[in-house]
């Protein structure tokens, strides 16, 4: 069943273009998604220190279709759909009137903090009704591939600080679009049409994260790593036309 929540864009939403940027689109996403588990059962709090789950997100795809500005009244749809074994998928919706402005998937794994241990969607039995609906298309790629003829090159470093952290002490996933925006033109921020995320470690309190990246056929490709280049995040960034 889908679950529907209205908001008001906010001043502070918004980037040097006046729009709201697209991590603040999946604040609102994610956010709902907080809300309709609080509908359901628990909250995430109470899932993490009752029953010693925790969601961990793997992957997002999220598209955008028109911009977004201070002060305009959303909705913004999610709902579940049937798990595949260890993937928990989650979709979301932006709605202004008849208009959908954005759209994202999202698989996220389920962890038992007590064993340490990745746990199927059947855990969640008897926590949560979420009553599945149905899957969205999306046209951003399923998998992030980097050209052949390309490769990544390093082209600066991030440190993970105080107002990147989540209650699981590590940089949270809706602060991902920004940091990757800081390394990019500034005028092709207002130009992203969609973008993946791949989660692959996290990246805590204190790491420092080597930025590569390269750009191709109007696409920004990006891996994080940390330490002994283990590989943190893998992104795909992709822009519209021009304006």
Known sequence: MIFTKKYTTKWHDTDAERRVRATQMLVYMQETSNHHMRACGPDLDKLRDEYGLAFLLSKIRFEIYEPLYAFENIEVDTWTCPARGYSILRFYRIRKGEKTIA?????????????????????????YDFQNDLPIELDVPKRFKLPTDYSLECIGTRKIRYSDL????????????????????????????????????EAAFGDELEINHTFCDGTHYFRTTKGENKTCLEAMVILGDSE
């Open 103 to 127: 759209v994202a998937d999202t698989t996220w794994a389920l962890m038992n903090l007590n064993e340490m241990t990745l746990v199927t969607g059947e855990a969640l039995d008897g926590i």
């Open 166 to 201: 989540d209650y699981n002490m590590h940089m949270n996933n809706t602060k991902y679009p920004d940091m990757l925006c800081d390394f990019m033109p500034i005028e092709q921020t207002k130009r992203i049409r969609g973008f993946l995320l791949s989660y692959v470690n």
